[in-house]
């Protein structure tokens, strides 16, 4: 059964702290992997990984997939209060209109 | 501004009762998904389409119906079949189908009286 498994489910840091986010996933005919933020209502589009080894940045958001141990790191480095967030992984799927969600890590971020 | 507008933002249904969340999107999408998300737990698919006049099941369709008459347009219905309809449910849009970014919208909580 494909999954997708985040950790940890919840995290509680205070500003200027460095974050790493974990996501493992096990799904057949992996075919990408998606970051997402969710600070109230709607998701927002992060990141997309499908090679191995590269990292994506934007601003203090990294991530990078590890496709042989099948895992994906986000990394939030000087966190602000305005990172407080539900963040889900996502792995989609070829010949498949799914994408397997994470259940999210809960980040809080105290002054 | 593009984007995915849901309404209404809070329902509420009584037992029995039949009630439909919309879903519109303006960014010229072909595809369009509705998820469903509970506390605890990632987003699981009820039903997707990627063209007008055609959608698929998702994981857990069973009390659910939508229909796709328009490009811009996948309303949901939550039947009195689907015993447990409280949660948060989420719609979504990509530009042609899955495994390309999802853009969502603010979503509807649905609560039973």
């Known amino acids: 059964e494909d999954k997708v498994v985040q950790s940890p489910l919840s995290l509680v840091v205070h500003e200027g702290d460095t974050v790493t986010l974990n996501c493992s996933y096990e799904v057949t005919n992996f075919r990408s992997l998606l970051w997402y933020k969710q600070e109230k209502k709607a998701p927002t589009f992060l990141f997309m990984l499908t090679s191995s080894g590269i990292e994506k940045k934007s601003g203090r958001l990294s991530s990078i997939l590890d496709k042989k141990e099948l895992f994906s790191i986000l990394n939030i480095t000087a966190t602000q209060t305005g990172d407080s967030a539900i963040y889900l992984c996502?792995?989609?799927?070829?010949?498949?209109?799914?994408?397997?969600f994470g259940a999210g890590t809960r980040l809080t971020v105290k002054p | 501004d593009g984007g995915i507008t849901q309404s209404p933002k809070y329902l509420f249904r009584k037992e029995g009762q039949n009630v439909t969340l919309s879903c519109e999107q303006n960014l010229n999408h072909d595809a369009m998904y509705w998820y469903r998300q509970d506390p605890g737990q990632g987003l699981r698919l009820i039903y997707y389409s990627q063209i007008v006049n055609d959608f698929q099941k998702g994981d857990i369709a069973e009390g659910y119906s939508v229909s796709r008459e328009k490009k811009e347009s996948f309303p949901l219905t939550v039947t009195s079949a689907q015993k447990n309809p409280t949660a948060f449910y989420l719609c979504?849009?990509?530009?042609?189908?899955?495994?390309?970014?999802?853009?969502f919208g603010s979503g509807t909580q649905l609560s039973v009286l």
């Open positions: 996502a792995a989609s799927i070829y010949n498949n209109n799914d994408m397997r």
């Open positions: 979504a849009s990509s530009i042609s189908g899955m495994g390309q970014k999802l853009f």
